[in-house]
T-cell receptor, first 113, second 111 residues
Framework: GAGVSQSPSNKVTEKGKDVELRCDPISGHTALYWYRQRLGQGLEFLIYFQGNSAPDKSGLPSDRFSAERTGESVSTLTIQRTQQEDSAVYLC???????????FGSGTRLTVV | DQQVKQNSPSLSVQEGRISILNCDYTNSMFDYFLWYKKYPAEGPTFLISISSIKDKNEDGRFTVFLNKSAKHLSLHIVPSQPGDSAVYFCAASDTGNQFYFGTGTSLTVIP
């Protein structure tokens, strides 16, 4: 597709359940980021993928969070045993290179009730 | 600790006038800066970037100024248009992978 696609666009889940968020980057983009934005806050870095290199996971807030990406394809962000503080918009972005103008998806709005 | 700060949560400007959005940072190792625009229910859209070797970068109606000694950058939009009404985020990066984002400034351009 022409842009970064994220699914689902909205997700409401019960506390304690696992969720999986999906990101389809722009074809050929080797760099991929996950960020999240909690209400009233800025974008918070979660994880960075660059090609087949080991991902930079330094932003993941706890071991309940994990992400995968195979090569330059789809990425999934998994949150286990969700908590209310996980409620946020989760944004994925991709780029041809690390220091490029990243293209963001529209995000997944996660609400943990 | 917020390394990139946008201290004005909102700004209103008359159509045709200049909009100036400000951003301050604390990390002197930051050497690459970007501005993004975000409409409701959409992801941020890249606007313009600047490297620390420059103090100005211009693209059409958008100009970014960088003052390294003051650790300050600004985005100028001139002339402002109603379609520019959005939330604007600045972001900064050092040699690492992470971009640090500010909390955003909501710009309203009044027709």
């Amino acid at each position: 597709g022409a842009g970064v696609s994220q699914s689902p666009s909205n997700k409401v889940t019960e506390k304690g359940k696992d969720v999986e968020l999906r990101c389809d980057p722009i074809s050929g983009h080797t760099a991929l980021y996950w960020y999240r934005q909690r209400l009233g806050q800025g974008l918070e870095f979660l994880i960075y993928f660059q090609g087949n290199s080991a991902p930079d996971k330094s932003g993941l807030p706890s071991d309940r969070f994990s992400a995968e990406r195979t090569g330059e394809s789809v990425s999934t962000l998994t949150i286990q045993r969700t908590q209310q503080e996980d409620s946020a918009v989760y944004l994925c972005a991709s780029s041809l290179r690390r220091r490029g103008g990243y293209t963001f998806g529209s995000g997944t709005r996660l609400t943990v009730v | 600790d917020q390394q990139v700060k946008q201290n004005s949560p909102s700004l209103s400007v008359q159509e045709g006038r200049i909009s100036i959005l400000n951003c301050d940072y604390t990390n002197s190792m930051f050497d690459y800066f970007l501005w993004y625009k975000k409409y409701p229910a959409e992801g941020p859209t890249f606007l313009i970037s600047i490297s620390s070797i420059k103090d100005k970068n211009e693209d059409g109606r958008f100009t970014v100024f960088l003052n390294k000694s003051a650790k300050h950058l600004s985005l100028h939009i001139v002339p402002s248009q109603p379609g520019d009404s959005a939330v604007y985020f600045c972001a900064a990066s050092d040699t690492g992978n992470q971009f640090y984002f500010g909390t955003g400034t909501s710009l309203t351009v009044i027709p």
